[in-house]
């Protein structure tokens, strides 16, 4: 299968801190992207950056990406309250084929 | 901001019966996809569509479900006779550019849950 593993599966951390999560995938990609989830809601798109880009910053986001490691850290810098979530990365694998989602980190971020 | 939008957030419905979930993409997206997740789990892929056919579909879309864009502005799943294990959260996403250009990034509906009994 084209999508690997994502870690940790929960982060727990206080507001203000940094949260760090993890993906790794299986095969060669077009393009890795992340998502974030609210509890019981639709997917909303953060970031993407293309198989030949190395690191991508949007705002508090900040995304690397190894492809010779076959992985992408995601960043949140100065956690808030209001990042509690899910973050799904997904990759596009080489041939433009569809989206597939790892497992996700759920991001809990205390006040 | 534009949305996609997913109708109905929940239906209920006995074993073997016929669903059929609504989405509307977004006005200038060509490509629609179905995802789908069961609680607790990843979101999987279902199916892509594009210029009125199935471009790519899973091996979970067996003959039991179909897809639709009955009038150019919805797109429709159909599960023709529901099991238990159909059971989840229906994502309707839909994105402008295709999936080859690197740049393909999908816009979700809110879900539809489904719940068989």
């Known amino acids: 299968s084209q999508q690997g593993e994502e870690d940790p599966q929960a982060l727990s951390i206080q507001e203000g801190e940094n949260a760090t999560m993890n993906c790794s995938y299986k095969t060669s990609i077009n393009n890795l992207q992340w998502y974030r989830q609210n509890s019981g809601r639709g997917l909303v798109h953060l970031i993407l950056i293309r198989s030949n880009e190395r690191e991508k910053h949007s705002g508090r986001l900040r995304v690397t990406l190894d492809t010779s490691k076959k992985s992408s850290s995601l960043l949140i810098t100065a956690s808030r309250a209001a990042d509690t979530a899910s973050y799904f990365c997904?990759?596009?694998?080489?041939?433009?084929?569809?989206?597939?989602f790892g497992q996700g980190t759920e991001l809990s971020v205390k006040p | 901001e534009p949305e996609v939008t997913q109708t109905p957030s929940h239906q209920v419905t006995q074993m073997g019966q016929e669903v059929i979930l609504r989405c509307v993409p977004i006005?200038?997206?060509?490509?629609f996809y179905w995802y789908r997740q069961i609680l607790g789990q990843k979101v999987e892929f279902l199916v892509s569509f594009y210029n009125n056919e199935i471009s790519e579909k899973s091996e979970i879309f067996d003959d039991q479900f179909s897809v639709e864009r009955p009038d150019g502005s919805n797109f429709t799943l159909k599960i023709r006779s529901t099991k238990l294990e159909d059971s989840a959260m229906y994502f309707c996403?839909?994105?402008?550019?295709?999936?080859?250009?690197?740049?393909?990034?999908?816009?979700f509906g809110a879900g539809s849950r489904l719940t068989v009994l």
């Open positions: 997904a990759t596009v694998n080489n041939q433009g084929g569809k989206l597939i």
């Open positions: 996403a839909s994105s402008r550019d295709r999936p080859s250009s690197g740049a393909n990034v999908l816009t």
């Open positions: 006005s200038n997206h060509l490509y």
